[in-house]
């Protein structure tokens, strides 16, 4: 059975654009299998209950001054 996809887009600055090709190419990958890599490895830790606090630093964190959707500490 073929399961379907569709694409999603992030916006990514030209530095980090580069950055990622570089991991990639050092992988001996292509910059989407590693994003995709990353997408889930981050999907899974919050499946399985990891917190923001687990996931960033501190300072990520307190740098994130959205009103919505920030969780509590």
């Given at each position: 059975?073929?399961?379907?996809?569709?694409?999603?887009?992030?916006?990514?600055?030209?530095?980090?654009?580069?950055?990622?090709k570089q991991a990639a190419a050092s992988l001996d990958r292509t910059p989407h299998w590693f994003m995709k890599k990353a997408v889930l490895y981050w999907l899974h830790r919050v499946e399985h209950g990891s917190s923001a606090s687990e996931l960033l630093n501190e300072g990520e964190i307190d740098a994130d001054n959205r009103p919505l959707n920030r969780q509590k500490l």
């Open positions: 059975m073929r399961v379907s996809s569709s694409t999603s887009g992030i916006k990514l600055d030209p530095s980090t654009r580069k950055r990622i």
